[in-house]
């Protein structure tokens, strides 16, 4: 078997070899759409911003006033339900500290639900284009 499909971009990491990215959506408590205003634009940079602390990288981001796409590749070594939980909490934390008003609005930021589908080769740019598309809508 071999591994060379230049459309696909392999990394390497604990002794793995992987390519591993998954399409997730989120969203903030009763689907309220809270996410307006600048909280959108902070969140999108915080999520951005953390990326090498806790290993993973964002293909596309799209982020709509009631919940959040991301296209992420992560390392098979870390649960991907693990890492958007810290995803979310970190988030929360930090937006919850700069707008108060999420406080007031909401008991917590996030539902503890989400979304989460393995991209396969094929359809990595579909996804990736339903993602940009989500803004027209």
């Known amino acids: 078997m ?3 499909n230049p459309n696909k971009k392999y990394k390497s990491k604990y002794n793995i ?10 969203t903030p408590k009763y689907r309220r759409k809270v996410l307006i205003n600048g909280i959108d634009k902070k969140l999108k940079e915080i999520i951005l911003e953390n990326q090498s602390k806790y290993d993973y990288n964002i293909l596309e981001i799209e982020i709509m006033p009631d919940h959040v796409h991301l296209l992420i590749d992560c390392c098979p070594k870390i649960s991907v339900y ?3 939980t810290r995803i979310k909490g ?14 007031s609005k909401l008991p917590s ?3 503890r639900s989400c979304f989460i589908s393995s991209v396969g080769t094929v359809s990595l740019e579909i996804v990736k284009q339903y993602i940009e598309n989500q803004k027209g809508k």
Do not use: D
């Not at 070899?17 to 989120?26: D, L, N, P, R, T």
């Not at 970190?90 to 406080?103: A, D, M, V, Y």
């Open 2 to 4: 071999e591994i060379n």
């Open 17 to 26: 070899i992987y390519s591993c990215q998954y399409h997730v959506i989120f």
């Open 82 to 84: 693990l890492l958007i």
């Open 90 to 103: 970190f988030t929360s934390r930090i937006l919850r500290e700069e707008f108060p008003e999420l406080k």
């Open 109 to 111: 930021l996030w539902t």
